[in-house]
């Protein structure tokens, strides 16, 4: 008989994954098909599992996957058997979960001096009571009652006054291909649970540019660097609205730790929240234990459930400037995006947080997307300042990695006139600086002064890289007065993204396919292929 395969998320605890696997495609399907059991009708089968750590099947032919590995099911009826055997695999790729916080016999009402009771037919429902709290089971979520003393019970069914209400989702979970295993869970103090009420919570490594950005922004203001994002939580709310339905939530997120140990260990992972308005921040984050050989870290999101990042960060470079010669010291960072960039094709990306004004980019081939920052005020570490007085140094980062798709970039950039007026012999000696990481040297580039806007002298300059520049009055240096070769090809305006990001992504909720990539359930096979055999032994 042909081994069956199925596919099922990562997790340590068979309890969690039998529910991880019910919430993004069912694991449990009934067996034989209709028709099947329709020519079986009045036998009584006896179902096992040879490796029950593996997965288990009930009375009625039901199978669940637990753990990944192997086991053989079998259906015996007197003298008549047959078996299959399973494998049980790991789930791929992206992953979401609906949960819709319905419970059937669940009332809310009213009670004296503005307190709410609650009443629970526990009759259909997997109800536990013991202490001041009810805790109700579902699938996809654990829903917690707290009540004030210790709630009535009487014929099955449950009252009491509520003191809090909490909601738990049960962590989806899955084995992203260059991040490795990774489970994501949220908790929301709620206030009530509106008609309708629902969360779908959704994992991908497939981290936009418009999330990259608030992401970077987010860490920058926290005086970090974002050095990578493993993977990304999106909570779409369904009736339950943040600071009036949903009083605050705790954010659970997991990755392998050799991902961990890749970008920093433990102290550099933060989780970073993005919501709707543009609202930005990193939350304090703590690592809370480990699941197998996942690392588990946990935020509290006092604002409540939008779109969250699990991030490798590092803290800024103390930012440093030349013989209080500087024009701007303090650090701060601007961030532009643009979307997809054909061969030949410029696109500007404007920044208006530092000296650098803009960035053209000339593609030499297709450029998916881009995101550029601006960060002012940081020197690069180990190295010498240039000769001359230093208007402020400016690190221009690719975090998209379009380095090797670049034809080149021009940069532009603006210095106050009364600086110039003050360090340099005239506007003309004002000269971009880049510094070779390799070399340990600062390098000038060819400066073209474009003459005065609004108190400003404006220039630019062409680059082959990206890195650290210094905006340099050096001695004995004058501009080119002739404009370097302007970027082949029409201009094409950015997207252009800057700290003042208010759009939030969205998540349209698709059908999740049936344990990863479309992969039929062991159960149906395994079932099918048993009653398979035992009706031809009949005949």
Not at 201 to 215: E, G, T, Y
Not at 235 to 260: K, P, Q
Not at 424 to 432: G, K, N, Q, V
């Amino acid at each position: 008989m042909k081994q069956r395969r199925a596919k099922l998320p990562p997790s340590s605890s068979p309890r969690s994954m039998r529910r991880c696997m019910s919430a993004t495609g069912r694991s449990s399907q009934p067996a034989p098909s209709t028709a099947r059991a329709a020519s079986l009708s009045g036998i009584d089968l006896a179902w096992s599992s040879e490796n029950t750590t593996v997965g288990t099947v009930d009375a009625a032919g039901m199978f669940t996957a637990l753990a990944p590995g192997e086991t053989t099911i079998a259906a015996a009826s007197g003298t008549i058997s047959g078996t299959a055997h399973v494998v049980v695999s790991l789930a791929d790729g992206e992953r979401q979960q609906n949960s819709g916080v319905e419970v059937p016999g669940l009332t809310f009402s009213s009670g004296q001096n503005g307190t709410t009771t609650v009443s629970l037919n526990t009759s259909g429902n997997d109800v536990t009571v013991g202490g001041s709290e009810i805790v109700i089971e579902n699938e996809t979520f654990t829903l917690t009652i707290s009540t004030d003393g210790s709630p009535d019970v009487n014929n099955g069914t449950v009252n009491g006054t509520v003191a809090g209400i909490r909601l738990d989702t049960v962590p989806v979970v899955s084995n992203l291909s260059e991040i490795g295993q990774v489970s994501a869970s949220v908790g929301a103090n709620l206030t009530g649970i509106p008609s309708g009420a629902g969360l779908n919570v959704s994992i991908s490594d497939n981290v936009s540019a418009d999330a990259s950005l608030a992401f970077q922004l987010a860490a920058s203001a926290d005086g970090l660097t974002l050095d990578a994002v493993a993977y990304v939580m999106n909570v779409e709310r369904t009736n339950l609205e943040n600071g009036v339905d949903i009083d605050g939530a705790t954010i659970r997120m997991s990755v392998s730790a050799a991902w961990v140990a890749a970008h920093g260990g433990r102290g550099s992972i933060q989780i970073i929240r993005w919501a709707e308005g543009g609202t930005k921040e990193v939350l304090q984050t703590n690592f809370v234990g480990l699941d197998g050989d996942m690392e588990i870290f946990e935020a509290v999101s006092p604002n409540g459930l939008s779109t969250f990042g699990l991030a490798a960060t590092t803290a800024q470079s103390t930012p440093s400037s030349s013989s209080g010669s500087s024009g701007g010291g303090q650090s701060t960072l601007a961030a532009a995006s643009a979307g997809s960039v054909g061969a030949g094709e410029t696109v500007t990306l404007t920044f208006d947080e530092t000296a650098v004004t803009a960035v053209d980019v000339l593609a030499k081939d297709t450029i998916q997307k881009i995101l550029l920052t601006a960060e002012a005020g940081a020197i690069p570490d180990g190295a010498g300042a240039p000769d001359g007085a230093v208007y402020q140094y400016v690190s221009i980062g690719d975090y998209t990695a379009i380095a090797g798709s670049m034809e080149r970039a021009t940069v532009r950039f603006g210095v106050s006139a009364d600086w110039v007026d003050a360090h340099a012999s005239s506007p003309e000696s004002i000269a971009l600086y880049r510094y070779d990481d390799a070399t340990g040297e600062w390098a000038m580039l060819s400066t073209v002064y474009a003459g005065e806007e609004s108190g400003r002298y404006t220039y630019y300059a062409d680059t082959a890289a990206f890195g650290s520049f210094a905006i340099v009055a050096a001695p004995g240096t004058t501009a080119v007065t002739t404009a370097p070769t302007e970027p082949a090809g029409e201009t094409t305006p950015a997207g252009e993204t800057t700290e003042q990001t208010t759009a939030v992504p969205t998540t349209t909720a698709q059908p999740t396919p049936l344990l990863g990539g479309g992969t039929l359930l062991c159960a149906l096979f395994a079932v099918a292929a048993v009653l398979a055999a035992m009706n031809r032994r009949r005949r």
